[in-house]
């Protein structure tokens, strides 16, 4: 078994891309629609921050972003005790994507260390397609329930009913989540829950960021959360469109396609 310290490492150096590299940009679309998840390095200011997104995504606002499109992610002190804020506290953060609750949420978000907590506050990730896979292992039909269309409600009263799984007409899926205050499931998700919650367990990569470090993932496959930490722990998040194709969704593993079937929103 590896050590802890290993652990961190490991998944970041598998994904990473060399940003300063020449036709890294072409090389960052690639890994995106191979694995979606590309590990950096190098980003120490704001500006490297804003400058490397705007080369890969056309940068989407955010309620609590700044006028640039960045938003900064720390301890605020009082915004955590709010429904739907659990990331600007000190908290455990469960696994998500982000903006679950609109119709349409950015296909890519960044995230990049600014300056690592005293303790804690590693990263967890978790792979969609291993996420399916898990469920559609499942006997009691987790899968299928998952992906029946308005199972779910994400967000406050200006929020979307949706489903965790949407299943695409080419048997493609996407994956959206929230795991706070804000969701709302129908009497069919409540059995199969902790059904979710495990297979969401069982499939997270920790990665322990440095200052300048980060992640750029997509936001329809990889859920993303955070262990409680404690210091000054501060993060800038970016969300967006790519600049490049990427297909609708990410096929899922062949033991584990769903029956090809309209898309669903």
């Known amino acids: 078994m590896c050590d802890a310290a290993t652990d961190t490492v490991a ?95 950015p296909r890519l978000l960044l995230l990049v260390c600014q300056q690592p907590a005293l303790s804690g506050g590693d990263v967890l990730l978790a792979d969609g397609r291993d996420v399916h ?7 009691q039909g987790a899968a299928a329930a998952f992906a029946q269309p308005r199972t779910a409600y994400f967000g406050a009263g200006a929020g979307h009913a949706t489903q965790v799984i949407t299943s695409h007409s080419d048997g493609r899926i996407s ?36 200052a300048g470090q980060g992640y750029l993932l997509d936001n329809h496959r990889w859920l993303h959360s955070r262990t409680r930490f404690s210091g000054d722990r501060t993060l800038l998040r970016v969300l967006g469109e790519p600049r490049f194709r990427i297909p609708e969704g990410f096929a899922p593993l062949p033991s584990a396609a769903p029956p090809p079937q309209m898309t669903r929103t």
């Open 11 to 105: 998944p970041f150096t598998d994904h990473y891309v060399n940003v300063r590299a020449p036709h890294a940009s072409d090389v960052i679309a690639a890994q995106l629609r191979e694995t979606g998840l590309v590990t950096v390095d190098g980003l120490q200011s704001r500006h490297d921050v804003l400058a490397f997104a705007s080369q890969v995504m056309y940068i989407a606002p955010h309620p609590h972003g700044e006028p640039d499109g960045l938003t900064l992610i720390r301890d605020t002190g009082s915004h955590a005790r709010r429904a739907g804020l659990a990331g600007l506290g000190n908290g455990e953060l469960r696994a998500h994507t982000e903006r679950s609750g609109t119709p349409k949420p």
């Open 175 to 210: 994956i959206r989540l929230r795991q706070d205050g804000l969701a709302r499931w129908s009497p069919i998700i409540q059995p199969h829950l902790s059904c979710l919650r495990e297979a969401i367990a069982d499939s997270q990569q920790r990665i322990h960021l440095q």
């Open 133 to 139: 896979a898990r469920l559609a292992a499942d006997r």
